[in-house]
């Protein structure tokens, strides 16, 4: 008979990687606050852990997507997530998208969910006029503005949600610009509602430290988030 004590320690390293980040993956359970998830090991844990905790959105068919900002507030080291990022994109586990949102935003969709989402990316062979038009009804491709010949990936239906995440960030910034201090408990901000925005405070805390409107503040009673001075 077969010797299987080793078995496991011939399996290809990339494969268990994978097995170690969805184990850590379907540990994080969304009920956990934000506190106590606020940070992981590596980009790709961080990916599919803040992609299982994607808010659900009513009236909108979207896959889940998560903000580069996000990540930055999630690793610690900013060079890192930047390297792995480019790496996982050359590897086509996942597509960077350039949102039209007013600021630096990029969102992050694993390849597989997106192109779950576009179906009409079956289309082979010379794709034609009638094709890009096709594609850009379905607002799976956006024109550049520079050259109208030129063309970006979109992710379909976002428009109603980047709308939110505008507003969202906004109503979160006014909310504390108007306490005393321009403070608050993380686990108690967590806990608002939203009143313009369909994605959860845990997305847009995420977003807004990691873009640097927010910083946390450790103290003996827990995080703090405050409003970062300019």
């Not at 090991?41 to 659900?56: E, G, K, N, W």
């Not at 969910?113 to 289309?123: E, F, M």
Request: glycine residues 4%; contains cysteine; charged residues 30%.
């Amino acid at each position: 008979m077969k010797n299987d004590t080793n078995s496991d320690s011939s399996k290809p390293k990339k494969r268990r990687r994978d097995e170690e980040i969805e184990a850590e993956s379907s540990s994080s359970d969304r009920t956990l606050s934000l506190e106590e998830n606020l940070t992981f090991s590596d980009t790709l844990v961080a990916l599919r852990i803040m992609r299982a905790q994607f808010p659900h959105i009513d009236k909108v068919s979207i896959r889940p997507f998560i903000l580069q900002s996000q990540l930055y507030s999630s690793v610690n080291d900013r060079t890192q997530v930047d390297r792995e990022l480019e790496s996982l994109r050359r590897e086509r586990v996942l597509r960077v998208f350039k949102l039209n949102t007013g600021q630096d935003d990029h969102a992050i969709m694993f390849l597989d969910d997106y192109l779950n989402q576009c179906s009409l990316l079956s289309i082979v062979g010379k794709v034609k006029d009638e094709h890009i038009s096709l594609l850009i009804n379905a607002g799976i491709l956006t024109r550049q503005l520079i050259d109208p010949d030129m063309y970006w990936f979109a992710i379909p239906n976002i428009g109603s949600v980047l709308k939110g995440l505008s507003q969202g960030r906004k109503e979160i910034i006014s909310f504390l610009n108007r306490r005393k201090y321009k403070e608050m408990m993380l686990a108690l901000l967590e806990k608002k509602h939203l009143r313009f925005s369909p994605l959860d405070m845990r997305f847009h805390l995420r977003d807004l430290i990691g873009s640097g409107h927010l910083k946390t503040i450790h103290t003996p009673t827990g995080l703090v988030v405050q409003i970062s001075k300019d």
